[in-house]
């Protein structure tokens, strides 16, 4: 073979060479560009049809992790959005109809999702640890009630009502929670709200908010996991009655406030721990299947009811009363002899 042409068959094998590798550089970015996309993006359907957990919160990859980044926040569960409730005709009463001493109640037909009896019911007010209802219900929906809730200083410190929790103690979620709903205790409260919220109570309370709006409650303003902070812990009697009504559908919750009497171990001392709940209408008023307690100088007597008569149940609230257990009584005879 000529010189010459060995020359050109050269140049022509080098001109392939170049050509193949430029497509192969340029198919390669897009593919991987599209590959990204994929990967990155969650088709909408697949969504709706995923009940998250946890989540974790990441930076951008242009910014810093920080030790924020990498908590593990539980997220409540997906819930269906109910209408807000609607009175009964002569339900929203210009004045206090049973005689009751409270300054606001309502009485609410869970299954008509209709109110029944109202006073005030608007009106925002402290409610005292009735605000342990929404703490209760995220700690039922996070769920893994064996997991190990380490004590801090800040919530060993809570005023009463305490169970007493030692700094840097390890108790299981299960028996803060009941210590919570049962005993009322404050500092199993903030000690269960600051371990949802990754060591942060400001992050918790965004939670409770959060899941607040999800039900569908419109005035009220969570600042506290336990409810002695009457100053910005607000909510309002329509409000805590729904909260009720839709946390009783969470088995766990329910199954907490209908129960009277509940002895745990108590690793601290090597032996029991019975708590009693403060709910007396679970034994002095027939049908009662849960409810909570509330007490503070400031938001005076509070009280949330659940009670079912055959196929019917009433949530009633009563908040600023002096007499909680008289006032309840006569609202849900007063409320079920106006929904029958």
Known sequence: MRPLHVLLLAILVI????????????????GGSSATTAVGSTPAAATGNQTPTTTTVAAAPSEPKTARDSIELPLAPLVVRRPAPTYMAGAESPANQPGLAAGSYVALDVEKNQIVLAYDDTQRRPVASLTKMMTGLLVSEAGNLAHMVTVSEIAAAVEQNKDGLIIGN?????????????GSNNDAAAALGED?????????????????KQLGLTGTQYASSSGLNDATNLSTARDQAILLARALENPIFARAVRTWRHTVRWNDTGGKRTYENHNKMLQTFAGTIGGKTGFTTLAGGCLAVAVRRGDRTIVGVVLGSNDVWGDMPRLMNAAFKRAS
């Open 170 to 182: 390890r108790y299981p979620r299960g028996v803060l929670l009941y210590s919570a709903l049962l």
């Open 196 to 212: 949802l919220g990754g060591g942060n109570y400001g992050r918790f309370y965004r939670q409770m908010n959060r899941r607040g």
């Open 15 to 30: 001109g392939l060479i170049g050509f193949t590798t430029k497509v192969l550089t340029d198919g390669g970015e897009a």
